[in-house]
């Protein structure tokens, strides 16, 4: 981790309360706390992205009949030699 730097962050009092609560239960700081859940909040912000630019790509390019034919093609081939399957 870099630079650790202080800010202020206002919040109601009901959402205080419910850090506070979860803070006491996890045994952490609130610090720890909020650090985690940024940190939560945009990994979940660049998955989000990561697969809108998939769809976005799939859309602009999407597989061709040919393309679907022959995965079905090779992965029923490949279960085949599956002992289960």
């Known amino acids: ?39 939560r909040l945009l990994d979940q912000q660049h998955g989000q992205e990561a697969v809108r630019r998939y769809v976005e790509g799939y859309r602009q390019q999407p597989e061709t009949d040919e393309e679907v034919a022959l995965a079905h093609q090779i992965s029923s081939a490949v279960l085949k030699q599956e002992p289960w399957a």
């Open 1 to 39: 981790m870099g630079q650790i730097v202080k800010i202020s962050v206002s919040l109601p009092v009901e959402i205080l309360k419910a850090v506070e609560g979860e803070c006491k239960t996890r045994g952490e700081s609130r610090s720890r706390f909020f650090r985690h859940a940024v940190e």
